[in-house]
């Protein structure tokens, strides 16, 4: 590689080592782990930017209790038979470049010639940049190309501020390796204090790479393109990867192509005789008063009956018959604020004697707490009592929010189950402004009611 002398080359030579710390590879799906895994994420390792494709097209992979993202990139690796060199150690979590985790290098004994888009060529030569060749025709690494090239990685979407082996995956996460040729990472779409606001913006990527890894990873992945639905849209959303200035509107495109054709191969072949089960059952919006239901076409049938499960009898009970099959939502209404309802959907084929489809999942719906109607007096010097009605007994707690203007940035300062609430400490003759909302916690997660209409007062 040629490199610039004297301070420049040290200048970025420690800019490209400190941005490409903020790069490391993720995670394993071909050997055993005796563990169970605490999730599973999508990986891939892509040479988009020199034209030559993936390294590691996108899987799904499990990691473990303990994995960092320098741990699950060289366990990768080492699955692919792929030979990498790096700086730091694994598991080092401590940030400092020499000491954490840094991608230096892959064995990448590519023959094909590099084809660098166009955007990033004339950038180059905007800038008046050096563009060459790799150090090692069997090496992919840092200052190939130009000096500011190198290995990094983004996580949905993300370039973090910070190296692999701090990185801790979540289940359902997308981290994809990428290969920067100039501006540290910008032509790539990223936007950091190292490498700017960038001269491109790049489509997001993220649903597309978890579609394209589901085919990889399915245990059928060989049924699958052998359907031709599924291998036309299968080679477009790789296509569509691979074409770093395309539109947004055209990834979108191509990851529903990719998931409808999938989801119509997956769907169950219906039993001569029977009536196909109802897929896609899910609700699709509430209210305070209402829970909207909704849920795909079944092809031969009548129609559809609704159930609800009744507390009193603890039974499913029909709540509802539909008799046309091309009507697939269903309002349930006059329904009490902050209450969990379960719904079950079947199809029916009249005929001298009605059929029916087995019943779907159970699906449960919380409809929304009331909007609370709030009061706010000042009384006593440097304090606002907040009161609220308009509430019900069904609801697990409301959340005060406070800001110092009608439209500012509102701050949560408290969270209670009570329906009133002094903040104390605010300064005399200021004008604060509050709204509040009520929420239901319903399996650990809080289903929240629209805010109240803001009010304010000037403190005493």
Do not use: H
Not at 4 to 11: D, E, L, N, S
Not at 30 to 55: C, D, H, Q, W
Not at 198 to 206: D, L, Q, R, S
């Amino acid at each position: 590689m040629r490199k610039k002398g004297g301070v420049f080359k040290k200048i970025t030579s420690v800019l490209v080592a400190l941005l490409m710390v903020l790069s490391t590879i993720a995670i394993s799906p071909i050997k055993a782990n005796a563990a169970t895994p605490k999730g599973y994420i999508t990986v891939s390792v892509e040479r988009f930017t020199l034209g030559l494709g993936y390294l590691i097209e996108p899987v799904k992979v499990p990691f473990y209790s303990g994995d960092n993202g320098a741990k699950i990139l060289t366990r990768l690796l080492d699955d692919y038979g792929l030979e990498y060199r790096n700086t730091g150690k694994v598991d080092d979590t401590s940030g400092l470049v020499g000491s954490t985790f840094y991608l230096s290098y892959i064995r990448d004994d590519e023959s094909k010639k590099a084809q660098i888009p166009k955007y990033i060529t004339d950038q180059i030569k905007k800038e008046k940049g050096d563009l060459y060749g790799r150090q090692d025709s069997d090496w992919l690494g840092e200052f190939d190309y130009t000096y500011m090239s190198g290995w990094m990685y983004s996580v949905n979407n993300v370039f973090p501020g910070y190296g692999a082996a701090q990185y801790k995956p979540k289940d359902g996460d997308v981290m994809r390796w990428q290969y920067t040729v100039w501006g540290y990472g910008t032509d790539l779409g990223a936007v950091s204090k190292w490498s700017g606001k960038g001269f491109c913006k790049v489509a997001n990527k993220t649903k597309l790479t978890k579609e394209i890894a589901k085919v990889n990873s399915a245990s059928n992945k060989n049924k699958l393109l052998a359907n031709k639905d599924v291998k036309s849209a299968y080679d477009n959303a790789n296509k569509v990867m691979k074409d770093m200035t395309i539109s947004k509107s055209k990834v979108d495109a191509a990851t529903k192509k990719l998931s409808t054709a999938v989801s119509n191969f997956n769907k169950p072949t219906p039993t001569p005789g029977k009536v196909e089960a109802v897929n896609g059952f899910k609700v699709a919006s509430t209210t305070t008063s209402s829970v909207k239901l909704a849920w795909n076409k079944v092809s031969d049938c009548t129609g559809y009956k609704i159930y609800r499960y009744d507390t009193s009898s603890k039974k499913y009970k029909l709540i509802k018959t539909i008799s046309n099959k091309n009507t697939l939502t269903y309002t349930d209404s006059k329904k009490s604020s902050s209450n969990t309802y379960s719904y079950k959907i079947r199809a029916y084929k009249s005929g001298s004697k009605t059929q029916y489809s087995a019943y779907s999942d159970r699906v449960k719906a919380t409809t929304k707490p009331l909007t609370p109607k709030v009061t706010v007096k000042s009384t006593k010097t440097k304090k606002a009592t907040i009161s609220w009605k308009n509430t019900s007994s069904r609801n697990s707690g409301y959340e005060v929010y406070m800001a110092t203007s009608k439209n500012g940035d509102y701050s949560l300062v408290k969270t209670t189950t009570a329906k009133t609430y002094t903040k104390t400490g605010l300064t005399k003759g200021k004008t604060y402004y509050f709204k509040v909302r009520a929420y239901k916690t319903v399996d650990g997660t809080k289903v929240y009611g629209n805010y109240s209409t803001v009010k304010y007062v000037k403190v005493k």
